[in-house]
């Protein structure tokens, strides 16, 4: 009897540490399968430099505080200003008021220039702006163009770089290139005449030669 008593005893004792050991396993298991914990890094502290308004992380709008733009930009778009561009000249007829013609004959005579011309065609809006002498020359500076008047020849200022003659309907002419600058040179009569103009084209200004008339 005590045989059976101790044999029963012996195969609980064992149940229970089996039942022990696939506990313990059991746990082990589900440890393992876990990742590992990162641990959180520490928050820092941040800054905003003196003066700037700006949440941390966030940019400041273009055109606040703090914004410089490139010499050469204009606002956002990064483009150069752009002159504005000049219309183009029109040609028509010119227009001279008797005070004018009264004027520029005084002038003439002073300058000792006999047989003077004045262009019937030239920039639409333009018109005699000064007048000048000196020694048998007369000067009419118009807004777009310069006309020099002489009974001599009148001689180019500067160093000739280069000639070239053209055809005109009133005779022949000659273009004339002295230190960069083109001038039309002609001989209407007795009368000597440079044309020039920092304004209008070669063919515009033998337009305006065309037209060369004494007054009426």
């Given at each position: ?60 709008p273009p055109g ?27 040609m028509g007829q ?48 118009y807004y777009k ?72």
């Amino acid at each position: 009897m005590k045989t059976k008593k101790h044999a029963h005893w012996m195969r609980t004792a064992a149940l229970l540490s089996a039942l022990i050991l696939t506990v313990t396993l059991t746990a082990c298991k589900k440890e393992a399968a876990q990742p590992p914990k990162t641990p959180e890094p520490a928050p820092t502290e941040q800054t905003t430099p003196p003066g700037q308004t700006t949440p941390p992380g966030q940019t400041t709008p273009p055109g606040q505080p703090g914004q410089t733009t490139t010499p050469g930009q204009t606002g956002q778009s990064g483009e150069a200003a752009k002159p504005p561009e000049e219309a183009p000249i029109k040609m028509g007829q010119l227009q001279y008021t008797e005070l004018e013609r009264t004027t520029v004959a005084t002038t003439a005579k002073t300058a000792g220039v006999p047989t003077y011309y004045l262009p019937e065609r030239g920039a639409s809006d333009d018109k005699i702006d000064q007048m000048g002498t000196s020694a048998k020359l007369l000067t009419l500076k118009y807004y777009k163009m310069t006309i020099l008047e002489s009974p001599e020849e009148i001689k180019p200022s500067g160093k000739v770089e280069s000639k070239q003659e053209v055809k005109l309907r009133n005779g022949t002419g000659q273009w004339v290139t002295a230190d960069g600058h083109k001038t039309l040179h002609l001989k209407l009569d007795k009368t000597y005449i440079a044309l020039s103009s920092d304004k209008l084209s070669q063919a515009d200004l033998q337009t305006v030669a065309e037209s060369l008339a004494t007054l009426k």
